[in-house]
Nanobody, 128 residues
């Protein structure tokens, strides 16, 4: 099983920025797409953003488009989620996930069921 190691969660003030990271031994060996999801207290887990490992394609939920950016560092085998203009609604546990090529039959990267590997989650709290 691919183990995803997440980091970067913190307490930030509204309007602030935060960068989350997700690292594995070799994303390229198994991951066709990397997704970010989040779950607020008492709420269902929801899609945030995703990126195809090769090709530079990125996808964002309407709630974060223009504020969040997915990127990767091949040398470090790391995928990051840069978050800016944070607001209270962004408070949640954020999860990194990886999916294999065969899962994304219709080029839709927002479904949780398409991702076979998940990180442990990291807490992001936006509050004054």
């Amino acid at each position: 099983q691919l183990q995803l190691v997440e980091s970067g969660g913190a307490l930030v003030q509204p309007g602030g920025s935060l960068r989350l990271s997700c690292t594995a031994s070799d994303f390229g060996m198994v991951a066709y797409a990397i997704g970010w999801f989040r779950q607020a207290p008492g709420k269902d887990r929801e899609f945030v953003a995703a990126a195809r490992w090769i090709g530079g394609f990125t996808y964002y939920a309407d709630s974060v488009r223009g504020r969040f950016t997915v990127s990767r560092d091949d040398a470090k085998n790391t995928v990051s989620l840069q978050m800016s203009s944070l607001k209270s609604d962004d408070t949640a546990v954020y999860f990194c996930a990886a999916g294999e090529e065969g899962s994304f039959y219709d080029d839709n990267y927002s479904r949780q069921s398409e991702y076979a590997y998940w990180g442990q989650g990291t807490q992001v709290t936006v509050s004054s």
